[in-house]
């Protein structure tokens, strides 16, 4: 099961005394200050959760299968996400 932000935001309105309309609000502000602080930094840690981690990659040289055309694939920023020994030891 996919957890979107519609399941987050039904799961704290649950959990805790908000409305439907402010967990919805706390998800996207969550979310937005997250992508914000990647941007800013390389290096996001959430205590007991985990740390992202954003990085580029190389550039390098794609190639068509069937002609064998060579193409360069230009360098990319991505996020990479690192679980804490909490996170790791709740999945176990």
Not at 38 to 56: A, C, M, P, R, W
Request: aromatic share 10%; net charge positive; hydrophobic share 35%.
């Amino acid at each position: 099961m996919a957890i979107t932000k519609k399941y987050l935001s039904n799961q704290l309105r649950q959990e805790t005394d908000l409305s439907l309309e402010d967990s919805t609000v706390f998800v996207d502000e969550f979310i937005y200050i997250l992508s914000k602080a990647l941007n800013e930094n390389d290096i996001v840690k959430i205590s007991g959760f985990g740390t992202f981690q954003k990085f580029i990659t190389k550039r390098r040289v794609g190639r068509n299968p069937v002609t064998l055309k060579e193409y360069p694939i230009p360098p990319k920023k991505k996020i990479k996400f690192l679980a804490s020994n909490i996170s790791k030891g709740m999945l176990n």
